[in-house]
């Protein structure tokens, strides 16, 4: 199966649930933070010969995303 997000391993975990074992409801809830920072190691670096960084670059994300589904059963398992 391809999807957009192949390194979510929950979303295969969903797709089996649903579909090959026939669950009727299902929960994904995926958090994902991450920082980045450009002068991190140059300023170090330029610290121990006693010079300072006049300028830095960081990025920080955090991303949050809530899958919740219900699926009816199946018409032949109504009323059972």
Do not use: W
């Not at 391809?2 to 969903?14: H, I, L, M, R, T």
């Not at 610290?47 to 919740?68: I, Q």
Request: aromatic share 10%; glycine share 8%; net charge negative.
């Amino acid at each position: 199966m391809a999807y957009d997000y192949p390194n979510e391993p929950g979303f295969e975990a969903v797709r089996v649930a649903v579909l090959d074992n026939a669950a009727t409801s299902i929960r994904l809830e995926v958090q994902a933070h991450s920082s980045f920072s450009v002068a991190g190691k140059l300023a170090g670096r330029l610290k121990e010969v006693g010079l300072k960084l006049g300028a830095s670059s960081e990025n920080c994300r955090y991303s949050y995303f809530l899958l919740e589904a219900n699926f009816p059963r199946d018409a032949e398992q109504v009323g059972t």
